[in-house]
């Protein structure tokens, strides 16, 4: 069915409720007419005049410290996804287990409509409280939900086009949901697929940040699968029970959710203990066989420690005990080398590093790496991103509150960012953005190595590091009166600056190591093409957006070799008008527009001139097929 035809029986469906009062038969997916029933049932009418309830402040502090650890482990898949809406009218949401919106980023115009609905931190998008709408109805229905325009209950929330997938932890149950809302005019060909993934993610980091000291099975039957989101993750006890397993793990075991305790001898048809014993030992057996034959990949991890079982090619390499995860970063490119080399002369002294760079960059990264090389490394690292939290909350988010501080906190108060990073690291990321009111009071933090929370008079010791990180000049902010001068030399103990990608001249080795150690492929080949592509391309969202690039063409392969066709379209778009801008300056570049000729011929061979399978193989719609057939000039 197309866009237009879907569209039309979404808009009869809801003039028949309006004149009716019943919900059609028919005419709606399943979900959104079990959904519409629900709304009916519970008395909601469809022209909400009244205003939506939001969180106080007290509340909201409440809540993110009810969801430390989702936000926590939610924050770097929410910033992958918004790198893929960025450019466009949608905004990246995470809702608690009710509903209630924790967190949002996405574009600030968009994000201003989505406001007069009420979609904003604090606000509950049940589905008995804000109606048919994709948060409140995957919850109730415990699966991804599409909600588009119409499907909206409240008419209101027609201008919007919401994917949702609930998320997991580690006891199956639901602990929130990510969301990509965005205007319903918008095409929305791959975001629901973005969204699941991005959930699963997040599920499998939730599993991997809870169980750090047990024995764990990350497993696949392919292991190149081994460290992405579609891994099996097993956690057993000492005596060999399980303890707990990730979707994919109990799909790949054949396990059901009541079959928690099952033995690893009942699964695997080996004793644990002599399972335990090869894996310390690091036997040249590198698989195990479940009783119906299947053979898994298994990289083991007992006690906290890897034990990789699996040795064949591809497998991840040992490091070298005098590695520093800052080493890690230096790969091979001047510029990181000499940011590198500094960095590692600051560690062990505590003095403040201030990290410079453009979005992107890797700030974050650098700092978390400095401080797992140094002496504080088994202490906390507590990041927060000065711009992300609102004005109002940023205070009680850094200092913590006493028990009644502000109407609505919670009881025996709450501990604040910078005491729960005692003995550690504070990361402050984009610190150009604090509040100057609040810039006074870090740089009494710094000075006097205390904090007062809000609403106390007692002063709390703190042993902390500080690294800041920021997009900006902060000298020019300081020129312009919007940050202190003295807390920049205070931050500004030691300067790094992190080189934009299109200025570093080690990007194979990048990709590699992206490749191999954040999406779990080190055994995918790039094509020599694909290579000169990506070293053409202006990198303006930096290793954020090849690390997006990068995942996104692997959700298209079928093996092992990344190739022209598995490129999305946006970024082929985007590498043509480059190209026609430096055209006289560069004339060997490659014709994007042949290229795209040559696939999409290539594809229309390969399944026969069948127009959907064909946008199937190139990852594109089949209304994008057509287009570029007519604009390329082809012949279907």
């Known amino acids: 069915m197309n866009r237009s035809t879907y569209l039309n029986r979404i808009r009869d469906a809801r003039t028949h409720f309006l004149g009716n009062g019943e919900v059609p038969e028919g005419l709606l997916p399943e979900s959104i007419q079990r959904s519409w029933k629900r709304c009916v049932k519970t ?10 309830e939001r ?4 509340a909201m502090s409440e809540l993110r410290d009810r969801n430390a650890s989702l936000l926590a482990q939610a924050q770097p898949e929410m910033e992958n996804l918004y790198a893929h809406i960025m450019n466009t009218p949608s905004m990246v949401i995470l809702s608690d287990s009710g509903g209630t919106i924790l967190h949002a980023m996405g574009n600030p115009d968009f994000m201003g409509r989505a406001q007069r609905v009420a979609l904003q931190p604090g606000v509950s998008w049940r589905e008995e409280v804000t109606g048919t709408n994709a948060i409140g109805t995957a919850l109730v229905e415990k699966n991804p939900v599409f909600v588009g325009g119409a499907e909206h209950y409240f008419e209101r929330n027609t201008f919007l086009n919401c994917s949702a997938a609930p998320i997991l932890d580690p006891a199956g149950h639901v602990v929130g949901v990510l969301d990509i809302s965005g ?13 699941r993934m991005s959930a699963q993610m997040i599920e499998n980091r939730l599993f991997n940040a809870q169980f750090t000291r047990e024995i764990t099975l990350h497993f696949h039957t392919r292991p190149e699968f081994i460290g ?20 994919s793990g109990a799909f790949q075991l054949g396990l059901k959710k009541d079959q928690l305790g099952v033995a690893f001898e009942q699964l695997f048809g080996l004793a644990f203990a002599q399972f335990l014993d090869g894996a310390r030992r690091e036997p040249q057996s590198n698989i195990l066989l479940l009783q119906n034959g299947i053979r898994l990949h298994v990289t083991a991890f007992l006690g906290g420690a890897p034990h990789l079982v699996s040795t064949v090619s591809g497998s991840k390499p040992k490091v070298p005990a005098d590695l520093l995860p800052l080493d890690r970063l230096d790969t091979g490119d001047t510029q990181m080398h000499k940011v590198v080399s500094k960095a590692k002369l600051a560690l062990g002294h505590d003095i403040p590093i201030l990290i410079e760079g453009e979005t992107g960059t890797g700030k974050e990264l650098l700092a978390q790496a400095i401080h797992q090389s140094g002496p504080r490394k088994q202490a906390p690292f507590v990041a927060i991103n000065c711009a992300s939290i609102p004005e109002g909350l940023i205070e009680a988010e850094l200092f913590g509150h006493e028990e009644g501080a502000f109407t609505g906190a919670r009881r025996r108060g709450a501990i604040g960012r910078v005491q729960q990073a005692h003995g550690g690291t504070l990361f402050l990321d984009e610190i150009g953005e604090m509040p100057l009111a609040l810039q006074a009071r870090l740089l009494r933090v710094i000075q006097e190595r205390e904090i007062v929370p809000l609403g106390g008079n007692k002063p709390v010791q703190v042993d902390i590091v500080i690294i800041s990180a920021t997009n900006c000049r902060l000298l020019e902010r300081v020129a312009k009166g919007e940050f202190r ?21 080690d990007l194979r080795q990048l990709i590699s190591l992206i490749l191999g150690e954040k999406l779990g492929r080190p055994q995918v080949n790039i094509h020599p093409a694909v290579v000169q592509l990506l070293q053409q391309h202006p990198w303006r969202g930096n290793i954020r957006q090849l690390c997006n690039l990068l995942r996104s063409a692997l959700i298209f392969m079928e093996d092992n070799e990344l190739r022209l066709e598995h490129l999305p379209e946006d970024f082929l778009e985007e590498l043509q008008a480059q190209d026609m801008r430096t055209a006289p300056q560069q004339m060997d570049m490659v014709d994007i527009a042949s290229t795209e000729s040559a696939l999409i011929r290539r594809a229309l061979e390969l399944h026969k001139g069948n127009m959907a399978a064909a946008a199937r193989h190139l990852g594109i719609s089949r209304a994008t097929v057509y ?10």
């Not at 008395?43 to 939506?52: C, S, Y």
């Open 43 to 52: 008395g909601l009418a469809v022209d909400l005049k009244t205003e939506i």
């Open 55 to 58: 969180a106080d402040q007290g």
């Open 183 to 195: 205007d319903q005019r918008q095409p929305q060909e791959h975001t629901m697929a973005l969204v």
């Open 228 to 247: 992405t989101l579609w891994e099996g993750i097993a956690v057993f006890s000492q005596e060999g029970r399980l303890v707990a397993v990730n979707r």
């Open 485 to 505: 001068e003295d807390l920049y030399y205070r931050l500004n103990g030691l300067r790094l600056t992190l080189p934009a990608l299109r200025e570093r001249t």
């Open 627 to 636: 287009r570029k057939i007519k604009r390329l000039g082809l012949r279907p």
